[in-house]
Protein backbone atom coordinates (compact mmCIF):
# COMPACT_ATOMS: atom_id res chain seq x y z
CA UNK A 1 0.00 0.00 0.00
CA UNK A 2 1.09 3.59 -1.16
CA UNK A 3 1.23 6.37 1.14
CA UNK A 4 -1.08 8.99 -0.22
CA UNK A 5 0.92 11.46 -0.68
CA UNK A 6 3.79 9.24 -2.72
CA UNK A 7 0.67 8.07 -5.29
CA UNK A 8 0.01 11.53 -5.97
CA UNK A 9 3.58 12.32 -6.65
CA UNK A 10 4.44 8.64 -8.94
CA UNK A 11 1.30 10.37 -11.12
CA UNK A 12 3.42 13.32 -12.15
CA UNK A 13 6.69 11.12 -12.78
CA UNK A 14 4.22 9.04 -15.35
CA UNK A 15 3.11 12.03 -16.74
CA UNK A 16 6.97 13.23 -16.89
CA UNK A 17 8.06 9.68 -17.94
CA UNK A 18 5.38 9.80 -20.56
CA UNK A 19 6.66 12.99 -22.13
CA UNK A 20 10.50 12.02 -21.86
CA UNK A 21 12.54 11.33 -25.03
CA UNK A 22 15.62 10.59 -23.09
CA UNK A 23 16.84 6.73 -22.64
CA UNK A 24 17.97 7.05 -18.92
CA UNK A 25 16.93 9.82 -16.56
CA UNK A 26 18.36 10.47 -13.18
CA UNK A 27 16.10 11.64 -10.05
CA UNK A 28 18.08 14.88 -10.09
CA UNK A 29 16.20 15.28 -13.19
CA UNK A 30 12.99 14.26 -12.17
CA UNK A 31 12.98 16.35 -9.28
CA UNK A 32 14.11 19.59 -10.78
CA UNK A 33 11.44 19.43 -13.67
CA UNK A 34 8.71 18.64 -10.68
CA UNK A 35 10.17 21.21 -8.09
CA UNK A 36 10.75 18.08 -5.41
CA UNK A 37 14.00 16.92 -3.83
CA UNK A 38 15.86 14.02 -5.67
CA UNK A 39 15.57 12.31 -2.23
CA UNK A 40 12.12 12.50 -2.29
CA UNK A 41 11.98 11.28 -5.82
CA UNK A 42 14.33 8.30 -5.00
CA UNK A 43 12.31 7.18 -1.93
CA UNK A 44 9.31 7.55 -4.21
CA UNK A 45 10.51 4.96 -6.74
CA UNK A 46 11.52 2.61 -4.32
CA UNK A 47 8.27 1.59 -3.38
CA UNK A 48 8.37 -0.06 -6.87
CA UNK A 49 9.93 -3.47 -8.18
CA UNK A 50 12.06 -1.56 -11.03
CA UNK A 51 14.93 -0.14 -9.22
CA UNK A 52 17.35 2.79 -11.22
CA UNK A 53 21.03 2.30 -11.83
CA UNK A 54 23.70 3.49 -9.66
CA UNK A 55 25.17 6.51 -11.64
CA UNK A 56 23.24 5.70 -14.51
CA UNK A 57 19.44 6.62 -13.13
CA UNK A 58 16.36 5.26 -14.44
CA UNK A 59 15.48 3.30 -17.63
CA UNK A 60 12.77 5.65 -18.70
CA UNK A 61 10.58 2.74 -20.58
CA UNK A 62 11.37 0.00 -17.74
CA UNK A 63 10.06 2.97 -15.43
CA UNK A 64 7.25 3.76 -17.39
CA UNK A 65 5.95 0.20 -17.90
CA UNK A 66 6.33 -0.67 -13.92
CA UNK A 67 3.96 3.08 -13.29
CA UNK A 68 1.66 1.59 -16.50
CA UNK A 69 0.87 -1.72 -14.59
CA UNK A 70 0.81 -0.21 -11.27
CA UNK A 71 -2.20 2.52 -12.48
CA UNK A 72 -3.80 -0.15 -14.58
CA UNK A 73 -3.01 1.46 -17.60
CA UNK A 74 -2.19 -1.68 -19.87
CA UNK A 75 -5.58 -2.53 -19.17
CA UNK A 76 -8.78 -0.86 -21.02
CA UNK A 77 -10.93 0.85 -18.85
CA UNK A 78 -14.77 1.83 -20.26
CA UNK A 79 -16.33 4.79 -18.79
CA UNK A 80 -19.80 6.12 -18.60
CA UNK A 81 -20.50 10.00 -18.45
CA UNK A 82 -23.90 10.83 -16.44
CA UNK A 83 -25.08 14.77 -17.62
CA UNK A 84 -24.33 16.00 -21.05
CA UNK A 85 -23.87 19.76 -19.83
CA UNK A 86 -20.74 21.36 -20.45
CA UNK A 87 -18.70 19.91 -18.08
CA UNK A 88 -19.87 16.31 -18.58
CA UNK A 89 -19.54 17.47 -22.49
CA UNK A 90 -16.00 18.50 -22.41
CA UNK A 91 -15.13 15.45 -20.44
CA UNK A 92 -16.46 13.79 -23.12
CA UNK A 93 -14.62 15.43 -25.83
CA UNK A 94 -11.37 15.19 -23.73
CA UNK A 95 -8.44 13.24 -26.20
CA UNK A 96 -6.53 12.79 -23.42
CA UNK A 97 -8.18 9.85 -21.80
CA UNK A 98 -6.62 7.72 -24.73
CA UNK A 99 -3.12 8.28 -23.38
CA UNK A 100 -4.25 6.21 -20.08
CA UNK A 101 -6.39 3.52 -21.88
CA UNK A 102 -9.59 4.92 -20.56
CA UNK A 103 -12.54 4.86 -23.38
CA UNK A 104 -15.79 6.75 -23.00
CA UNK A 105 -18.15 4.66 -24.38
CA UNK A 106 -21.84 6.50 -23.08
CA UNK A 107 -23.03 10.05 -22.27
CA UNK A 108 -26.71 10.42 -20.84
CA UNK A 109 -28.83 12.85 -19.61
CA UNK A 110 -32.67 13.12 -18.64
CA UNK A 111 -33.19 16.56 -20.54
CA UNK A 112 -35.34 15.62 -23.58
CA UNK A 113 -34.17 18.28 -25.44
CA UNK A 114 -30.44 16.81 -25.37
CA UNK A 115 -30.74 13.23 -25.77
CA UNK A 116 -30.36 12.20 -29.25
CA UNK A 117 -28.02 14.93 -30.11
CA UNK A 118 -24.06 14.07 -30.58
CA UNK A 119 -21.57 14.96 -28.14
CA UNK A 120 -17.88 14.08 -30.37
CA UNK A 121 -18.48 10.52 -31.82
CA UNK A 122 -21.56 10.09 -29.57
CA UNK A 123 -25.14 10.32 -29.01
CA UNK A 124 -26.53 11.38 -25.39
CA UNK A 125 -29.09 8.81 -24.81
CA UNK A 126 -31.78 8.27 -22.25
CA UNK A 127 -30.99 6.81 -18.83
CA UNK A 128 -33.37 4.51 -19.70
CA UNK A 129 -30.38 2.66 -21.36
CA UNK A 130 -28.08 2.70 -19.03
CA UNK A 131 -28.26 -0.98 -17.86
CA UNK A 132 -27.57 -1.93 -21.21
CA UNK A 133 -24.67 -0.22 -21.97
CA UNK A 134 -23.25 -1.04 -19.11
CA UNK A 135 -23.78 -4.90 -19.35
CA UNK A 136 -22.93 -4.94 -23.20
CA UNK A 137 -19.64 -2.52 -22.87
CA UNK A 138 -18.78 -4.04 -19.19
CA UNK A 139 -18.48 -0.36 -17.94
CA UNK A 140 -16.82 -0.04 -14.41
CA UNK A 141 -16.70 3.71 -13.77
CA UNK A 142 -19.34 6.06 -14.09
CA UNK A 143 -18.84 10.07 -13.93
CA UNK A 144 -21.28 12.16 -12.07
CA UNK A 145 -21.76 15.37 -13.90
CA UNK A 146 -25.30 16.39 -12.79
CA UNK A 147 -26.55 19.33 -10.21
CA UNK A 148 -25.52 18.42 -6.77
CA UNK A 149 -29.49 17.77 -5.73
CA UNK A 150 -29.35 14.84 -8.12
CA UNK A 151 -26.27 13.20 -7.60
CA UNK A 152 -27.23 10.92 -4.81
CA UNK A 153 -29.70 9.08 -6.97
CA UNK A 154 -27.69 9.14 -9.61
CA UNK A 155 -24.90 7.51 -7.78
CA UNK A 156 -27.91 4.97 -6.78
CA UNK A 157 -28.60 3.95 -9.97
CA UNK A 158 -24.77 3.55 -10.62
CA UNK A 159 -24.58 1.39 -7.87
CA UNK A 160 -27.58 -0.55 -8.63
CA UNK A 161 -25.93 -1.96 -12.33
CA UNK A 162 -23.20 -2.72 -11.05
CA UNK A 163 -21.01 0.17 -11.04
CA UNK A 164 -17.02 -0.39 -9.55
CA UNK A 165 -15.75 3.37 -9.04
CA UNK A 166 -17.80 6.68 -9.16
CA UNK A 167 -15.90 9.97 -10.32
CA UNK A 168 -17.87 12.95 -8.94
CA UNK A 169 -18.05 16.09 -9.99
CA UNK A 170 -21.00 17.41 -8.35
CA UNK A 171 -20.57 19.91 -5.37
CA UNK A 172 -21.72 17.28 -2.68
CA UNK A 173 -20.90 14.07 -0.97
CA UNK A 174 -22.33 10.79 -2.02
CA UNK A 175 -22.90 7.78 0.15
CA UNK A 176 -21.98 4.32 -1.62
CA UNK A 177 -21.14 1.06 -0.18
CA UNK A 178 -18.07 0.05 0.62
CA UNK A 179 -17.26 -1.75 -2.40
CA UNK A 180 -17.17 1.53 -4.66
CA UNK A 181 -14.92 3.07 -4.94
CA UNK A 182 -15.37 7.27 -5.25
CA UNK A 183 -13.30 9.88 -6.31
CA UNK A 184 -14.98 13.58 -5.68
CA UNK A 185 -13.88 16.37 -7.20
CA UNK A 186 -15.38 19.69 -5.97
CA UNK A 187 -14.24 22.51 -8.48
CA UNK A 188 -15.05 25.31 -6.04
CA UNK A 189 -13.40 23.60 -2.88
CA UNK A 190 -10.37 23.93 -5.58
CA UNK A 191 -10.80 27.67 -6.06
CA UNK A 192 -10.92 28.20 -2.32
CA UNK A 193 -7.87 26.45 -1.78
CA UNK A 194 -6.51 29.24 -4.60
CA UNK A 195 -7.62 31.92 -3.16
CA UNK A 196 -6.26 30.89 0.48
CA UNK A 197 -3.06 30.95 -1.28
CA UNK A 198 -3.34 33.86 -2.48
CA UNK A 199 -4.36 35.70 0.68
CA UNK A 200 -1.61 34.30 2.08
CA UNK A 201 1.13 35.45 0.07
CA UNK A 202 -0.24 38.71 -0.15
CA UNK A 203 -0.32 38.60 3.76
CA UNK A 204 3.51 37.78 3.52
CA UNK A 205 4.24 40.68 0.99
CA UNK A 206 2.85 43.28 3.27
CA UNK A 207 4.84 41.69 6.25
CA UNK A 208 7.63 42.42 3.97
Known amino acids: MFPKATLERLKLY????????????SSEEIGEKLNIPPEQVRKDLSYLEYKGKPK???????????????????????????????????????????????????????DQEKIGKKVGDLVILSLDFLER???????????????????????????????????????????????VIVRNEDISLGLLTLKHMLEVKSSQAKEA
Open 56 to 110: VGYHVKSLLEELNRLFGIDKKVKVIIIGAGNLGSALANYPGFANYNIEIVGIFDK
Open 133 to 179: VIKRFNVEIGVICVPKESAQEVADLLVKNGIKAIWNFAPTFIKVPNE
Open 14 to 25: HRLLSEESKEYV
